[in-house]
């Protein structure tokens, strides 16, 4: 019950808190700010309270980590109105970064076929650089096309001939527990900002190729990018094993059987009378949410400085009028690149914080219209161009995307309490439950958009 009073406080605080619906003085910014997050935590603490602190603490990373994704969105979108769709291509470079990074090399894989993978990998370079040289030195003619054509052809053909039996025989090396070349074995808090970079240096060649296009032009070449991304990541077993994934990952924070026969340990749980096992979870919980609480901070801090600098002001400027911007001398197609990299980048960080926290690779998971949708609720949410609305919103949307269940299950109980245990309406309505989630999500994003349309924390 509890979670639909929660619910129901949230939509009468964004009532509350608008005081154009009920004729009062309204609240100081900072103060209305703080309310929200406030509500927030005292959720999480309810959750805590009534499910298991368990469950809250693991509720509360995934909402951190939302947080910085949503914060990525809102750089390309609150700053300079990109229309990325794309997300979770970028994300899931994160989680590749996790495995490079952090598992050990396959030794047997690598003698087996990398040298034909590298070969393979240096022939494309070559032949997208000579296509490209060509296309620039000759004139326009049939020539120049049967040239680089001639080129791309010869290319793809002369990589091939090294890339299929190198990847046939890295696959074949014990492929029930590799079939993969693995990583370099470092420590994998390494791999966030690595899965940074990746995703970074994805957005510069995606961004010099789509960026030229129309808003909507450039949502639907962003997401059939990160399906392509997805596609990639799921059927090259030699580089992320496919979808038989990549579990076991290495940990940044301790594992709960070290807790658990760490003599100091067990004598603090003792002397305040916890169950080591469940302590244990909560401790590396807790750890998690520590590291997870300061990269955030750090990001939210980047993205505010710039926010407020010169670069920020002319962003927006851009983003408000490019017309204008363009006749005062703005390359707005260079900046748009920019600040689509910078997006990308911190979307790539949180990739590689999920795919750590998970403690596996499973390609499968990254469903890019899915959680892409998500992750722009958030942004709407919270206040497009806000920082600190794309944190609020995504606390917001993960958590009611999480306990949406819960709220249901009580919901269908509670109309169906009169009912036969066996009456079919009963058991339809219950068996809906799953389906709560997108109608929690539309009714939340309904309530918002309805009393505060520009957001929780609307951009000044």
Request: proline letters at 4%; aromatic letters at 8%; a positive charge.
């Amino acid at each position: 019950m509890i979670y639909a009073l929660g619910l129901i406080a949230f939509a009468l605080l964004v009532r509350a808190l608008t005081p154009r619906l009920i004729g009062m003085q309204p609240l100081g910014d900072a103060a209305r700010n703080v309310s929200f997050f406030a509500v927030m935590a005292l959720l999480i603490i309810i959750v805590g309270q009534l499910q298991s602190w368990n469950v809250a603490l693991a509720l509360l990373n995934l909402c951190l980590i939302s947080s910085i994704m949503a914060l990525g969105v809102n750089i390309q979108w609150g700053y300079a109105g990109l229309l990325n769709v794309g997300v979770m291509g970028f994300a899931a470079l994160g989680g590749v970064a996790a495995v490079v990074i952090s598992v050990d090399p396959v030794t047997d894989a690598w003698a087996a076929g990398a040298l034909g993978v590298f070969v393979a990998f240096i022939i494309a370079v070559v032949t997208v650089m000579a296509a490209i040289l060509t296309y620039r030195k000759m004139p326009k003619s049939h020539a120049r096309t049967l040239a680089v054509a001639a080129i791309v052809i010869v290319g793809i053909l002369l990589a091939r001939s090294f890339y299929g039996p190198a990847t046939a025989a890295i696959e074949k090396v014990d492929p029930a527990a590799a079939g993969f070349l693995g990583g370099l074995g470092l420590p994998i808090i390494l791999s966030w900002p690595v899965g940074g970079l990746f995703a970074g240096l994805a957005a510069w060649v995606i961004g010099k190729i789509a960026l030229g296009l129309r808003s909507d032009y450039l949502a639907i070449a962003t997401l059939g990018i990160a399906e392509i991304i997805v596609a990639i990541i799921k059927h090259e077993d030699w580089m992320t094993r496919g979808v038989k994934n990549v579990s076991g990952l290495s940990r940044p924070v301790p594992y709960e059987i070290d807790l658990q026969q760490s003599e100091r340990f067990l004598a603090f749980a003792q002397n305040w009378g916890l169950d080591p096992a469940t302590s244990s979870s909560i401790v590396v919980k807790l750890c998690y949410a520590g590291l997870f609480t300061v990269v955030l901070l750090i990001i939210l801090w980047l993205s505010q400085k710039a926010l407020n600098s010169p670069w920020g002001r002319m962003m927006r400027a851009i983003r408000d009028n490019e017309v204008s911007a363009n006749a005062m001398g703005k390359d707005i197609v260079a900046r748009h690149l920019q600040v689509f990299v910078l997006g990308s980048i911190v979307v790539g960080i949180a990739g590689a914080m999920l795919t750590t926290l998970d403690g596996q690779l499973t390609p499968g998971t990254y469903q890019p219209l899915r959680f892409t949708f998500l992750i722009w609720v958030m942004v709407i949410l919270g206040g497009s161009g806000n920082n600190w609305g794309a944190v609020l919103g995504g606390f917001v949307v993960w958590f009611f995307w999480i306990q949406a269940e819960p709220i249901g299950l009580w919901l269908m109980n509670t109309i169906t309490m009169g009912m036969a245990e066996n009456n079919a309406l009963r058991l339809h309505l219950i068996e809906s439950v799953a389906h709560m989630r997108l109608l929690t999500m539309g009714i939340i994003l309904l309530v918002v958009l309805r009393f505060s349309p520009r957001g929780l924390i609307p951009e000044k």
